[in-house]
Structures are given as structure tokens and as C-alpha cells.
């Protein structure tokens, strides 16, 4: 693909293009699906960007996971922007492998986590609290699809994909305050305002 126009002026009406060419309300429950998903591609962009608080070695590992979601992320926009009606010959779409690959990797940064006893708060580094942030948009992202799937027909995988991914952000948040040797914030239902003293 190449872009040599940044603006075309054909959405200043409220519509888009969708990748078989048809035009869709940009407030459409498709055009919300992807558009999240590249929201959170965004968000991903800004926890690679903020790896100081962790080994170079971690920071290469992380970078190495997160770079390889962000293309998928990108290959599931596509998936999301073209009604399955009109996919072309070797279009690459989310699958089963992709999913298993994701529990892998979740099943590997478990290993070296103690068992949650108590809920955890965003928090304790800057990497942690943007790695809940992707989380809570992907969380966002996945309220869409199904949202979608109610109406159109969408690959189902891509709804597998992002429950399983919002996992991994969560236990990735934790992994980075373990190799951080941070503490992990944790909610206590009595330290709420009314606690406060003022």
C-alpha cells in the first residue's frame, strides 16, 4: 500500500472507505472495532517507548512481544475493515495459532509470578500503568466486537484474540514489576477518600 495523499476530503461528510471500497458511518460498530483496535496500537507504540525501569535484556524481550502485536493488531484492523464477503486470495487473518502462540506467552511470564492473592492497581511503574491502560482499551476494543458480531459475520478468532491479548496485558503489567523489582500495588477496600486524613 501507498499513501501519497494524506487528505482526500471524501470523509468530510461523516463516512469512510472500507477496504472493498464501500462507504460506512464513521460511527459505525465496524469503523468503532478497528478504529479501537489502532487506538491501541497507539498505546502499545507508547509502552515501547517507556522500558527504562527494566534490564536492557528485558526491554529487547518485551520489545520482541509487543512489536510482533502491534503487526497483527494491524492485520486484524484489515480483517475488521473488510466484509468477510470481500477478502482477497491470501489475505492473512487472525487463526488459531495466533491464539495459542498468545497463551504461550502468557504461560511463560506466569512462571515466574507468584499466585494473585489480591487484585492489583495500575501503578508502581511507568510501564506497568501503560500496560493496563492497553489492557482497558483492549478490554474496550473487544465490547465492540461483539457488538459487530451481533451484526455482521466476523472472523471469530478476532474475538478469541483480543479476549486472550487483554490477559496478556495484564500479566505482562505484573511480569514488569517482578524483573523491575517493584512492589505491586494492590487494592485494599478500606483505603478509599474516606480514609483520608485531612
Not at 36 to 43: A, K
Not at 109 to 131: A, R
Request: with cysteine.
Amino acid at each position: 500500500m501507498r499513501v501519497t495523499k494524506v487528505y482526500t476530503r471524501t470523509g468530510d461528510k461523516g463516512t469512510t472507505a472500507l477496504a472493498d471500497g464501500s462507504r460506512i458511518g464513521k460511527d459505525s460498530l465496524r469503523l468503532e472495532s478497528y478504529g479501537t483496535i489502532d487506538e491501541l496500537n497507539s498505546v502499545i507504540g507508547i509502552c515501547l517507548q517507556n522500558t527504562q525501569e527494566i534490564s536492557e535484556e528485558q526491554a529487547l524481550q518485551i520489545n520482541y512481544w509487543l512489536s510482533a502485536i502491534q503487526n497483527d493488531l494491524f492485520n486484524l484492523g484489515s480483517d475488521l475493515a473488510t466484509p468477510i464477503a470481500s477478502r482477497w486470495k491470501n489475505m492473512i487473518l487472525i487463526n488459531e495459532a495466533d491464539i495459542l502462540q498468545l497463551e504461550k506467552l502468557i504461560d511463560y511470564c506466569q512462571l515466574s509470578l507468584e499466585p494473585l492473592k489480591e487484585f492489583v492497581l495500575p501503578g508502581g511503574t511507568l510501564l506497568n500503568s501503560y500496560l493496563h491502560f492497553a489492557r482497558t482499551v483492549c478490554r474496550r476494543a473487544e465490547r465492540f466486537i461483539v457488538s459487530l458480531a451481533k451484526e455482521e459475520e466476523i472472523n471469530n478468532f478476532a474475538l478469541i484474540y483480543i479476549n486472550r491479548l487483554s490477559d496478556l496485558f495484564f500479566v505482562l503489567a505484573r511480569w514488569v514489576q517482578r524483573v523491575s523489582a517493584k512492589s505491586e500495588m494492590t487494592w485494599n477496600k478500606s483505603l478509599g477518600v474516606r480514609s483520608l486524613k485531612i
